[in-house]
């Protein structure tokens, strides 16, 4: 089985930062896609940020030049390091892998618990 943990949200206040972190263990073979997704009150699940394995990048428009997302192979972690944030970043955020957990496995999608993120004055 994989687990993936987050950590690091919080109460902010607009203009403030946040660091997010995400630890997946377990039986994990390889991972390919790591990223963030996030679900405000009442609003459907939405793509943040998305990083490979060779750590090519993806970001939701609404976060581009405000969020950054990366990656520590070694250690199975991901990370979205948040600045400049808004009321409207307010949501729970999840954190996902796209993991396989033998060499003759598929690929599968884990997610995390989430963590909230609320953004303030």
């Known amino acids: 089985q994989v687990q993936l943990v987050e950590s690091g949200g919080g109460l902010v206040q607009p203009g403030g930062s946040l660091r997010l972190s995400c630890a997946a263990s377990?039986?994990?073979?390889?991972?390919?896609?790591m990223g963030w997704y996030r679900q405000a009150s009442g609003k459907q699940r939405e793509l943040v940020a998305t990083?490979?394995?060779?750590?090519?990048?993806n970001y939701a428009d609404s976060v581009k030049g405000r969020f950054t997302i990366s990656r520590d192979n070694a250690n199975n972690m991901v990370f979205l390091q948040m600045v400049s944030l808004k009321p409207e970043d307010t949501a729970v955020y999840y954190c996902?892998?796209?993991?396989?957990?033998?060499?003759?496995?598929?690929?599968?999608?884990?997610w995390g618990q989430g963590t909230q993120v609320t953004v303030s004055s």
């Open positions: 996902y892998a796209t993991i396989r957990t033998s060499m003759h496995s598929g690929i599968y999608q884990w």
């Open positions: 377990g039986s994990i073979f390889s991972i390919n896609f």
């Open positions: 990083i490979t394995s060779g750590e090519s990048t």
